[in-house]
């Protein structure tokens, strides 16, 4: 079993369709992180949090430590949104999800 | 401001080879963490460098190693490469080993 789970693996939207991407982690953690990965390999980092939620946009993270999980949600998706979404759990060393790719729809 | 650079962007070895692969983390961070990520899988966790010394370390062989110099910029060696060894390598900066993190674009190795 991984350390860090997410779903689905694929993800297939309209645009302007709410998203909802999960991730179950295993690992003691100091912080999760959600990060965004567009074609060629650049990561961009969406999110670091520990506890409640965070909202930055159209992008909301929540987390709960007691159930180990986290969720990342993407109100009134957008063609631009589309990229693979990872998540990531850990301290020093990280452990991350295989990602989620999403493609949206015009 | 500059992110976080890695250089080379691509490049290609043959298997036995050594490379070295270069990473110049965001100003103000002096951390510094490696990641492997193999086509179509999630980053691995290579290692990660604080004040020039290796603090915490994946479970990747000894063949993988590094370094940070006093300007906070490190290095990744992997020596006898291995086709397995082929994959976008990533860095990241921080600052504190637990802090948000700036990736670099990557440098893609292909071992043939």
């Known amino acids: 079993k991984n350390e860090v789970e997410q779903s689905p693996q694929n993800l297939t939207a309209q645009e302007g369709e709410f998203i909802t991407i999960n991730c179950s982690y295993s690992?003691?953690?100091?912080?999760l992180h959600w990060l965004q990965q567009h074609p060629g390999g650049g990561i961009v980092s969406l999110f670091m949090?520990?506890?409640g939620k965070k909202k930055h946009g159209r992008l909301i993270a929540t987390i709960n430590i007691q159930e180990k999980h986290s969720s990342l949600h993407i109100t009134a998706s957008h063609p631009r949104d589309s990229a693979v979404y990872i998540c990531?759990?850990?301290?020093?060393?990280?452990?991350f999800g295989t990602g989620t790719r999403l493609t949206v729809i015009p | 401001d500059a992110g976080v650079t890695q250089s080379p962007t691509h490049l290609i070895k043959t298997r036995g080879q050594q490379v070295t692969l270069r990473c110049s983390p965001k100003?103000?961070?002096?951390?510094v963490s490696w990641y492997q990520q193999a086509l179509g899988q999630g980053p691995q966790f290579i290692f990660q460098?604080?004040?020039?010394?290796?603090?915490q370390r994946g479970n990747f062989p000894d063949r993988f190693s590094g370094h940070q110099f006093p300007n906070y910029s490190s290095e990744l060696n992997v020596n006898a490469l291995l086709l397995g060894d082929s994959a976008l390598y990533l860095c990241?900066?921080?600052?504190?080993?637990?802090?948000?993190?700036?990736f670099g674009e990557g440098s893609r190795l292909t071992v043939l």
């Open positions: 990241a900066s921080s600052w504190g080993s637990v802090g948000e993190l700036f």
């Open positions: 690992v003691g953690i100091s912080a």
């Open positions: 949090l520990s506890s």
């Open positions: 990531a759990a850990g301290a020093n060393n990280l452990f």
């Open positions: 100003s103000g961070h002096d951390t």
């Open positions: 460098y604080y004040e020039e010394e290796e603090r």
